[in-house]
């Protein structure tokens, strides 16, 4: 049945299923002898011939006696025999290696004995006793009873009258203490819920005042700290600026100590780098210098100018005279040797010309004379001829301021 | 008692400011220039004199006498100073126009004009920017006393005079081979100064007024003048002679015109003196501290009085000195520290030698504060330190030293007793001296502006060399 079953499911599908109704297992052993009405419920195990197994299939009559499911392979049995007769033989060594009792001595037999408790009996025979028995012939299944299980318990019965069961004062007793009490509780509960209110709100009241209380000298004590603590600041700022304006000032006077004492010499050094480079000059060595002097050169020019000057009239003169003397001389046929050529000299030699020019004057001239008319007295006045020449230039640095003019031009006149 | 007058504890770094920013010349300046213009409201005029600022500014006379060069000498230190030239070609050029014509043709016709009006040219001229900004160099004026003693008293004042000279003959020579470019203005020579440009050259043009009997009586009238106009700038006059190659004259020219002249600023001399072992720096200190009375500070005698005094240093540096080893730079400058704060060296001024070693030393004395102001380097060659030293002997009776050379000892008998130092021995002092010219070349960079002598020499010449490196203010590098 389940290999049909089997079949059927595998030829439906690739999944396998299998499902079976609920049965009773088939007991082995019948009570009853089979009965037509069992037929439909166990289905019988049948197959179908051709493929059972156990049948033979193809030709018999060469039939290979091996390979039959299940049946040992002749070379396994062949190898199973061999492995028996070999356990057998290790046995049989085993056995006689077993210790086994030593045999009798001479004279002796072993017999085996018995060493139990209750003896037994022991015969070759077997005891044997027959015994018959006798079973009744089958009967028929009788139909099952019905079941009606067994009463248990124990039947007690009762009958309640009216009035007995229920009483209304009694019941409303506890019902009603219940309730007032409740009420009452309830309300005792409210009032000390009030109460206790009332008493939280005025320890809280309480509580907060202190609290308030507490906080105003907490802010009073905090001012008084923030006060004492700026009051400190303020003193260190006020320490720290006076240490450093007593820093600063000695700073400074240091530095004014330093810078006098370096520059203490600024002003002379000054004055005497300004003198150097020129800047303060003596005012009337400048003035000399700057006033006098060139005049008094001018002056000095202009004299040995007007000495030149004259130096060079008296050549002229002299020049003026030996022409004509000598035009004289030449016309007058030679009869005066005159010495003023000897004493005349040349133009240019000192000694004579101051003799020469008195002569000069005194003999010549018309054209100077009127000139040199102020001039005679003066020089008259000096016979000394050793001191003529200096006479004769201070007379001419004396008279110079008179006759300045003039005698440029003339002298002018004359280089021209 | 007044607080401004008690003995002031000034602090160092107001003496260092002071001439570092050479205070005391810009207040002399400034107060000159007051003086000079006594203005009616002083205080903006200092403030302008300030932000001026041009009190570095070239300001320079150059005299000679015809063909000396001295127009071309301008013309290069214009050029190399970056100022203006005025010269009396230029000053008048600028006026021609705006003379009057009776003036000009006397101009034209002497090539000369009054000493008021050149005067008026040139204080007009130097009151523009570029001169103020920039300085300016005269180039032949004044060329009479009187002229000079007219821009003197105006308060035009040169800061460097240079007068070229050179014998009558030379010039008269050079002065045939004057050749000028017309267009430039500059004035070349055909022998001496000859323009490399061919283009140039053709321009060449001869001028006017170079023959000998012109030369003759230029030079007379020179002659005649330059005597009377040297006396006038006493101090700040220099005499260059002509006579040589013009590159060597310029270059003369050059350093004088950039050193300044010596003021009476006061000052503290700080002195470092370096140099090998035996180059005569504890001498030159020692005269020096005798003649200026500043504080000689020698390194390894502080350090031995101060373990000879048993201070607490000197408990320091003790095991130092027993063991011969190097005292620690820490120690050393604790001490030095403790010896240069003292009120009289910073009064005073020091002289120190023996000090920084090398650069890190240096950096060290510099960021404590004690920057010296002077920095000498002694060069004497490695023979005469041997000579100088191994030559030192000591007479262990007297207690007299000797050398044998220098100061050889009177008699025999005490020659024969005579011993050596073991430090003064070759050997020690070849150690010595490689030790300080390992780290010399480091000093000298990091000390730029020292002054380096020859050691060599007799100890007061080498003195005189330090006393005038000290005196005279320091050389400014060229820009």
């Known amino acids: 049945m389940a290999s049909a079953m089997t079949d059927r499911t595998s030829r439906a599908g690739n999944t396998y299923t299998y499902t079976s109704r609920p049965r009773a297992l088939p007991c082995q052993r019948r009570r009853y002898r089979d009965s037509f009405l069992q037929a439909e419920e166990e289905p019988v195990h049948y197959g179908n011939i051709m493929y059972d197994r156990r049948v033979i299939r193809g030709n018999t009559y060469a039939l290979q006696t091996g390979q039959l499911a299940g049946q040992p392979d002749p070379l396994e049995l062949q190898r199973r025999q061999q492995a028996k007769r070999r356990a057998l033989a290790r046995k049989r060594a085993q056995e006689q290696l077993r210790p086994r009792t030593p045999e009798p001595v001479e004279g002796r037999k072993h017999v085996d004995v018995q060493t139990e408790l209750y003896l037994e009996e022991i015969a070759d025979r077997v005891i044997e006793v027959d015994m018959e028995c006798q079973t009744d012939a089958f009967l028929d299944r009788p139909a099952t009873p019905l079941f009606i299980p067994a009463k248990t318990g124990k039947d007690v019965n009762t009958q309640i009258l009216e009035g007995e069961l229920f009483d209304f004062d009694l019941e409303v007793k506890p019902m009603l203490e219940v309730l007032v009490g409740k009420t009452i509780e309830q309300s005792l509960l409210e009032v000390m819920e009030e109460e206790e209110l009332a008493n939280l709100q005025a320890m809280q009241h309480a509580y907060e005042e202190i609290r308030n209380i507490e906080l105003a000298e907490v802010q009073r004590l905090e001012e008084q700290e923030r006060r004492h603590r700026e009051e400190k600041e303020r003193r260190k700022h006020q320490q720290w600026e006076i240490v450093n304006k007593h820093n600063e000032t000695s700073q400074k006077i240091a530095a004014r100590a330093f810078a006098q004492r370096y520059l203490a010499d600024l002003l002379p050094s000054v004055f005497s780098s300004l003198r150097d480079s020129g800047y303060f000059y003596d005012p009337i060595e400048r003035d000399i210098e700057i006033g006098f002097l060139p005049w008094l050169m001018n002056e000095v020019e202009k004299t040995m100018e007007y000495c030149m000057v004259g130096r060079t009239v008296l050549d002229m003169l002299i020049r003026e005279v030996v022409e004509r003397r000598l035009n004289m001389y030449e016309n007058k046929d030679k009869h005066q040797s005159l010495k003023p050529e000897d004493m005349y000299g040349g133009p240019g030699t000192m000694r004579d010309p101051t003799v020469g020019y008195d002569f000069q004057e005194q003999s010549l001239s018309h054209t100077q004379r009127p000139l040199l008319d102020r001039d005679d007295p003066q020089r008259m006045s000096y016979g000394d001829p050793s001191q003529e020449r200096k006479y004769m230039d201070e007379g001419e640095l004396l008279g110079q301021s008179e006759e300045t003019a003039i005698r440029k031009s003339t002298g002018k006149d004359e280089l021209q | ?174 002065n045939l081979g004057k050749r000028v470019d017309p267009q430039t203005g500059e004035i070349y020579h055909t022998t001496f100064d000859w323009p490399p440009e061919s283009d140039i050259q053709n321009r060449l043009v001869v001028p006017p007024g170079i023959s000998e009997m012109e030369t003759a009586r230029k030079l007379l009238e020179y002659h005649r003048n330059i005597v009377r106009i040297i006396p006038s700038y006493p ?81 320091l540096i003790r095991p130092f000195f027993e063991k011969q080893m190097v005292v620690p730079d820490s120690l050393v400058v604790k001490v030095l520290t403790q010896r240069l704060d003292h009120q009289d060296s910073i009064q005073k001024g020091w002289v120190m030698h023996g000090f920084p070693r090398d650069q890190d030393q240096a950096h060290m004395l510099d960021t404590l504060g004690y920057e010296p102001n002077r920095v000498f380097f002694l060069n004497v060659p490695l023979d005469s330190i041997i000579e100088r030293l191994t030559l030192r002997r000591t007479d262990p009776v007297t207690g007299e030293r000797y050398h044998l050379l220098y100061k050889p000892p009177p008699t025999m008998e005490i020659q024969a007793r005579l011993l050596q130092n073991p430090k003064d021995s070759e050997e020690q002092v070849k150690l010595k001296v490689d030790l300080f010219y390992r780290n010399s070349a480091d000093l000298e960079q990091f000390y730029k502006q020292a002054i380096t002598l020859n050691g060599d020499q007799d100890p007061y010449t080498v003195f005189e060399y330090v006393e005038s490196g000290i005196i005279n203010p320091l050389p400014k590098k060229v820009p």
């Open chain 2, 1 to 174: 008692m007044d607080a401004t007058t008690a003995p002031h504890r000034i602090p160092a770094e107001m003496p260092q400011y002071g001439e570092a920013n050479h205070i005391f010349e810009l207040m002399q300046t400034m107060l000159e220039q007051l003086l000079i213009h006594q203005p009616e409201d002083p205080v903006s005029f200092m403030i302008k004199h300030l932000n001026r600022n041009n009190d570095n500014v070239p300001k320079i006379i150059i005299l000679g006498p015809p063909a000396s060069g001295k127009t071309t000498i301008a013309m290069w230190l214009c050029k190399h100073l970056n100022s203006n030239l005025l010269s009396m070609q230029n000053l008048i050029g600028r006026e021609l126009q705006f003379m009057n014509p009776e003036m000009k043709r006397q101009y034209l016709r002497t090539k000369m004009i009054p000493s008021a009006l050149l005067v008026r040219l040139i204080e007009d001229r130097l009151e523009e920017e570029d001169c103020i900004k920039r300085g300016w160099i005269l180039d032949g004026i004044p060329e009479t006393r009187e002229q000079a003693l007219t821009i003197q008293s105006q308060g035009i004042i040169p800061r460097h005079v240079v007068v070229l000279s050179a014998l009558d003959t030379v010039l008269i020579e050079r």
């Open chain 2, 235 to 315: 101090k700040i006059l220099k005499v260059i002679s002509a006579d040589q190659p013009c590159v060597d004259v310029f270059y003369q020219a050059l350093t004088y015109v950039q050193t300044h002249h010596r003021s009476n600023a006061p000052f503290t001399p700080r002195v470092l003196l370096c140099g090998p072992t035996g180059s005569g720096k504890s001498l030159q200190a020692a005269l020096l501290a005798q003649k200026y009375s500043l504080v000689n500070v020698c390194c390894g005698q502080l350090l031995k009085e101060a373990v000879a005094d048993k201070t607490q240093f000197g408990e």
